[in-house]
């Protein structure tokens, strides 16, 4: 009984519908159609889609803007804009521009090249290479807030080797700045830095020369009982 009321409604709806469409004139009934053809459109079975793109460039700037990749916008893929030139590695050879004529010197290629490339190279770095950084209390301090960020973890914040990576277990202690490393060099600390080794890894990509040498002069305080030669000078 209560289906055959339900059935006799909507089927009364559908008619009173058409009735309706019959009256508006055949102009808006195109309008119609086509806004809810428009509406269902722009509906996908993925959640995450933008559906329908009407206006793409809203989506996908003209401009080219670094590390994007325009060809997949929120799982919608368009094969003509994949892999447009975005970000690219500087041509070979090339120095970066410094206005700071003082800083300039830190750009320039660094001369003494990887283990693998020239195996004496690590020799020559730890006879030859010196801090282009003068020393001052303020170096060293930003030397030490560097350490503490890039080095302490594993070398500990007084440079034992105790950092909290080893302590926790799984990883050999590196050994004490003041004691192993006692005879280390300024450029043998520039070198290991910029290329690593054995466990330690090359710290290049995160810290620029600078801050390498910086940190040089504050890890020859840690070898030096908490005084740095320089300092005393
Ligand atoms: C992942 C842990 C780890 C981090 C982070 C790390 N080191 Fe090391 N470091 C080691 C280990 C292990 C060694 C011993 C390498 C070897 O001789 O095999 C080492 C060795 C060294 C040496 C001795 C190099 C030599 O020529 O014998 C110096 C100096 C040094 N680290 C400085 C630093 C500085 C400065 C930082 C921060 C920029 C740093 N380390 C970050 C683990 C680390």
Known sequence: MLVKFVKNKIVKLILAVINKMRKINCYKRVMLVGA???LLGACTKNPDSPGLEFMPDMYRS???E??????VVAGNEVDSLTMRMSARMPVQGTIAFSAD??????NYPFEYLSPEQDPTAYELA????KNPIAYSIEVEAQGKELYGKFCAQCHGTTGQGDGKVVEWGNFPSPGAYDKKYKETTEGQMFYTMTYGKGLMG????????????????????LQNSGTNPLAKQ
């Not at 670094?66 to 060809?71: E, I, M, R, S, T």
Request: proline content about 0%; aromatic content about 12%.
């Open 126 to 129: 730890a006879k030859n290479l």
């Open 101 to 106: 004529t003082s800083k300039a010197k830190f």
């Open 62 to 64: 003209a401009a080219i």
């Open 202 to 221: 090359s710290h290049a990509s995160q810290l620029s020369k600078e801050e390498r040498w910086k940190i040089v002069h504050y890890v020859r305080t």
């Open 36 to 38: 809810t053809g428009l």
């Open 66 to 71: 670094a590390y994007v990749d325009y060809g």
